[in-house]
């Protein structure tokens, strides 16, 4: 029997739920083969005629072939959201309706997953600057935490950061959602500048260093920050980061609360002040982006991530022994089909990718991409 250590995910890559199937087909894989081994060797050695004169020397015995076996399968996991041209979830498909393309090659799909309606794992990361002290965005901004709470069910988890321009941990991950609903009222005050883009990588980072240790699997696990979208401080790029959340495959999701005025589709009267990569940076790791500007806007906004995270398929592809960044495009074949996935990940301990090598393969890739409105598509 094959040890658990037999499979492991990739870097911070993730080992989603059809592993112990792929183990134990592995396995007897594995046994059938050792089995074939010894008739086939046991074989040989009955057809070598056995010598007649007695004093004569034994033909020498034959040789038993070596079977050998790869210490490990690097799997590379990649979720998946599939909706139609009218923006209505694609739930049916197999394996065989995607394409996954690393680099422009194309891979083999050795794994493959889809269960509707699975539970869920939120990180809510709350924008505590002193942008948001302006007109009704903090106001807004606790609405919308609440919204994704009360949007979860039984079997679902949550947890809840904050920031300006340091991370705080408000709770770890729990399923006391009311727990939670009733913390977001506690959340300090707006102040101070923002390092929107650091809180994102950060956030992601202490979301997969729990997953690991606790021995869980990040199964549809993702970010959703709740802010206005306006950085300051941040040390780090929008596709730096696109690029750390990419390789450990946690989507972020963008829920900007603003005024009309600060609508940055609004080519009549919008300011701008949104910074201009947020939208390549969910899209990027395979989250979304949703402007809200009326409190029925948070309420879809918060509905519509929480259904999209449950409507996720799971592939799994061996990993490249190239080392490094490797850029990845999950493609359906049906062509009225749109499938948004994260844009790559680290091979083999690699850095993480710079900012003009994630935002160079976006390029390449020609994805277009398209601001939701509301919530909706």
Not at 327 to 333: F, I, Q, R
């Amino acid at each position: 029997m094959l040890s658990n250590s037999y499979l492991r995910t990739y870097g911070h890559g993730r080992l989603f739920g059809i592993a112990e199937r792929m183990l134990r087909r592995l396995a007897v894989f594995a046994a059938s083969a050792v089995a074939a081994t010894v008739v086939g060797s046991g074989a040989a050695v009955a057809q070598t005629p056995p010598a007649t004169p007695p004093a004569a020397p034994a033909p020498p015995a034959a040789q038993e072939p070596t079977v050998r076996f790869k210490s490990a399968v690097d799997l590379v996991s990649v979720t998946a959201v599939v909706r139609d041209k009218k923006g209505r979830f694609v739930s049916d498909l197999s394996r065989d309706d995607f394409m996954v393309m690393e680099g422009g090659e194309r891979r083999p799909i050795i794994g493959f997953n889809q269960e509707a309606n699975g539970p869920v794992r939120v990180a809510v990361l709350f924008d505590i600057s002193g942008s948001m002290r302006v007109g009704t965005k903090s106001v807004d901004a606790k609405q919308a935490a609440r919204h994704i709470f009360s949007s979860l069910q039984a079997g679902d988890e949550a947890a809840m950061f904050a920031f300006d321009t340091q991370l705080d941990k408000v709770a770890g991950f729990t399923r006391d959602f009311k727990g939670l609903e009733g913390k977001v009222d506690n959340i300090e005050q707006p102040f101070g500048q923002t390092s929107l883009y650091d809180a994102i990588a950060e956030t992601a980072k202490v979301v997969a260093a729990t997953a690991t240790s606790e021995g869980r699997v990040p199964q549809r696990t993702a970010i959703v920050v709740i802010t206005d979208g306006i950085d300051t401080k941040s040390r780090l790029t929008a596709p730096e980061v696109s690029g750390i959340a990419s390789s450990i495959d946690i989507p972020v999701y963008i829920m900007a609360v603003m005024s009309p005025v600060d609508d940055p589709r609004n080519n009549d009267y919008g300011t701008g002040a949104m910074s201009s990569g947020l939208t390549d940076l969910a899209r990027w790791t395979g989250g979304d982006i949703f402007i809200a500007i009326a409190p029925a806007h948070t309420s879809i906004a918060a509905r519509q991530i929480v259904a999209e995270m449950r409507h996720q398929y799971m592939l799994a592809f061996e990993a490249s022994s190239r080392t490094g960044w490797r850029p990845l495009e999950v493609k359906a074949k049906d062509r009225e089909h749109v499938v948004r996935a994260r844009s790559g990940y680290t091979a083999g301990g690699g850095t993480t990718p710079s900012a003009d090598t994630v935002q160079r393969d976006k390029v390449r890739q020609g994805e277009k991409r398209t601001t939701t409105k509301g919530g909706e598509q």
